[in-house]
């Protein structure tokens, strides 16, 4: 019986990933991820790929962000520059020891090391979305990020495998399960102009005519479980309150409420570290619009647990992404923020779209 770790890999590599001999595979993990980057090592191998590994300890990205001139943590390296037009596939694997050595750096640092790295992010999407590179990001289950979830290291890698549907008699077709019934709501979402989302200290309408809606099934972000678009950028009118705290590099802001006219946030309250969501907000001119409108479908994420790449794919949410749009979904905004806030729709939420009710209390109403 395969171990766990190695029935991860397999699947990231060939599903996920559908490594073809003859790519360049780059894996990007910190050292503590080292027993799943060697599986992954493998898998690529046997799959006929040039694998490469490269270590991305936080450690030293703090001690740039932290110390570094802004002209140092603007720098991109040549060797940065051309990758991104080289690799055929690439691996993350989150492993953090501390995940809130970012939560003090000031968040202008932050913006200018994604903005001075903008054009390499846009070149790698553009590759992504021709299908010419694949992308998958994931974690490997370590204490910090266990603690943050309230969970043991062992109740945390449980957790995390039955998200993926590693427990399942054959992880794939789950996956592929999931993105046939994903795809049935994207035939019903296609056609929808409007949208108006209800829910305790919601009320927000949002145009989507003539963007598309993106099936997320476990190639990008594992674990997955999502559909997504992009809203028309000046659409956004009402007022919206998200049901969790809102994460976003070690910060956690809590009881979250924006108020939108004309597509960009007028007001925007929170019971905790509103100083910070204000700074956030006024990072750029795309900062206070939404790049991002989606719908959680994991009912096999069951717990809020501080990460994003598992909060946002809860079965019966909704979310929305503050700032960058995924040029995919036919979004056009553009900002050095991409902030994604969960709203539960499961007590008392409905989302209706052009007039007929969608989702009630989390459901999607498919018929």
């Given at each position: ?40 090592y ?43 037009g ?11 020891e ?16 994604r ?14 979305a ?11 289950p ?70 598309r ?85 994991n ?8 990460n ?30 991409h ?29």
């Amino acid at each position: 019986m395969q171990d766990r770790l190695t029935r991860l890999a397999d699947v990231l590599v060939h599903y996920s990933l559908a490594v073809s001999p003859g790519q360049l595979v780059r894996i990007k993990a910190p050292a503590i991820a080292l027993p799943l980057v060697e599986r992954v090592y493998r898998a690529v191998l046997t799959s006929g790929g040039h694998p490469y590994y490269t270590a991305e300890q936080e450690q030293l990205r703090e001690a740039l962000l932290r110390h570094g001139s802004e002209k140092q943590i603007a720098y991109v390296s040549e060797l940065e520059r051309r990758e991104v037009g080289c690799i055929d596939a690439m691996i993350t694997i989150g492993a953090p020891e501390n995940t809130k050595f970012l939560s003090t750096v000031a968040p202008e640092r932050l913006a200018l090391e994604r903005s001075s790295r903008q054009e390499q992010f846009k070149t790698m999407l553009a590759r992504m979305a021709s299908g010419e590179v694949a992308w998958v990001g994931t974690v490997y289950p370590v204490p910090a990020l266990a603690q943050d979830a309230e969970l043991s290291l062992e109740e945390f890698a449980a957790f995390y495998d039955q998200a993926c549907f590693l427990d399942c008699p054959d992880p794939v077709e789950a996956w592929q399960s999931l993105s046939r019934r994903q795809a049935a709501m994207i035939e019903r979402l296609t056609p929808v102009k409007h949208l108006h989302l209800k829910a305790p200290g919601t009320d927000l309408q949002l145009e989507v005519t003539g963007r598309r809606w993106i099936n997320c099934d476990g190639k990008r972000n594992f674990p997955d479980g999502e559909v997504f678009t992009g809203p028309l950028e000046t659409s956004a009118e009402g007022v919206i309150s998200f049901s969790f705290p809102a994460c976003y590099l070690g910060k956690e802001v809590e009881g979250v409420r924006l108020t939108f006219k004309d597509g960009k946030v007028r007001e925007a309250t929170a019971t905790k570290h509103q100083d910070y969501l204000e700074r956030m907000l006024a990072l750029d001119e795309g900062a206070s619009r939404i790049g991002e409108l989606a719908f959680g479908t994991n009912e096999r994420v069951t717990r809020f647990c501080r990460n994003i790449l598992f909060d946002e794919k809860i079965g019966g949410t909704m979310h929305l992404a503050l700032g960058a749009s995924l040029p995919e979904s036919g979004g056009l905004n553009h900002s050095a923020l991409h902030w994604d806030m969960v709203c539960d729709l499961r007590r008392g939420g409905e989302v209706w779209a052009d007039g007929t009710l969608l989702v009630r209390d989390g459901t999607f109403l498919l018929s």
